[in-house]
């Protein structure tokens, strides 16, 4: 007889495992077998739980998310003013949790599984629309009708630092990652002045 409250506590050790197995080899090339073993469990609970690999890597994309939303409506909140709130939004995308190699490598096989599954992509859009929107919303101040094009330029270059994090290319931190794109919003605000 299983004991009750362990679902939550299994399911939430196989998305860490998901993670931590992606990282490792770099590509969702991993089997449900690899992500339950480092769970400490059997490839046939992880199927119980999650029904196949797919759902499982989206479960763990959900989780990541989900951390990554709590982090910006943190920072948010300790925000004075429009420039310190759109420093916050990109801060919150570097911060220590998400700027690893293994959430790192999660990432961008999410955005490749987006290419092919539905799900991931309803999951990728709504991630690259909230960050978007969060942006804009604190740039129309700065930079006027300018936002909408600074807020993607902005979710590009945090894209691409961390596709050049997960190539192991010079971003030695989420810090100096940010710094960045914080250079580059100062630019964009200098424009307008």
């Known amino acids: 007889m299983p004991k009750l409250g362990m679902e939550p506590i299994r399911r939430a050790a196989l998305v860490k495992a998901t993670i931590a197995e992606i990282g490792v080899v770099g590509s969702l090339d991993v089997t449900v077998a ?6 400490g469990m059997s490839s046939a609970l992880a199927h119980h739980y999650f029904g196949g690999k797919d759902q499982i890597f989206l479960a763990a994309m959900r989780h ?14 300790m925000a004075r003013g429009p420039r310190e709130r759109v420093e916050a939004v990109i801060r ?7 700027f690893r190699r293994e959430v790192v490598s999660a990432w961008l096989n999410f955005y490749v599984l987006a290419q092919a599954n539905a799900e991931a992509r309803k999951l990728l859009v709504l991630y ?14 700065l930079v006027g009708a300018r936002a909408p094009d600074v807020a993607e330029r902005l979710a590009g270059m945090i894209d691409g630092l961390y596709l050049r994090q997960s190539l ?8 100096v990652a940010a710094n960045h794109v914080l250079a580059v919003l100062d630019l964009e605000i200098g424009a307008c002045t």
């Not at 990541?64 to 909140?77: I, M, S």
């Open 92 to 98: 919150a995308g570097f911060g220590a949790s998400h």
């Open 128 to 141: 690259q629309r909230r960050l978007r929107s969060n942006l804009t919303h604190d740039l129309r101040s």
């Open 64 to 77: 990541t998310l989900t951390l990554y939303g709590a982090e910006v409506r943190g920072a948010l909140t």
């Open 168 to 175: 192991g290319e010079a971003v030695p931190s989420g810090k």
């Open 34 to 39: 690899q992500i339950a073993k480092r769970a």
